[in-house]
């Protein structure tokens, strides 16, 4: 049974590529992945069967050996200097919060700095298991 890494997966899409371990790349269908999986991250390992399709090889009947680290995880702040983004996040929401007391919006450019930093501390914040 050959085996290789997802190259690429677009759940939307319904296929992706795996580049086996020779250097082939292998056609992926969402209907050879496993039962109740409907989408693979790139870099994971697999093994499958390869049946030829209309267009070249293609896999059949994948299985997940394992899968690659998450690089959220492995690039996220350190728990000390996100206390200290957090810190600074919350000074910045108190000012906006006064503002909003006395019925007055923050202007745009300070509103889309704000949204763009939440969202970046979320993503902190929002590690995949």
Not at 28 to 51: C, E, H, N, W, Y
Not at 59 to 68: F, P, Q, R
Not at 107 to 129: H, Q
Request: hydrophobic share 40%.
């Amino acid at each position: 049974m050959p085996s290789g890494k997802v190259r690429w997966f677009d759940a939307n899409r319904g296929f992706g590529f795996i580049t086996g371990d020779e250097g082939q790349d292998v056609f992926l269908p969402a209907s050879a992945l496993p039962a109740g999986i409907s989408t693979v991250r790139k870099g994971a390992r697999v093994d499958f069967s390869v049946a030829e399709g209309r267009k070249g090889p293609q896999a059949l009947d994948l299985k997940l050996v394992g899968s690659t680290p998450s690089i959220v995880k492995a690039t996220r702040p350190a728990p000390d200097d996100m206390a200290a983004i957090v810190e600074d996040l919350i000074k910045l929401l108190d000012s906006a919060g006064n503002g909003l007391r006395r019925h007055h919006y923050p202007a745009p450019a300070e509103s889309k700095k704000l949204a763009t930093l939440l969202r970046a501390v979320a993503d902190d914040f929002d590690v995949p298991a």
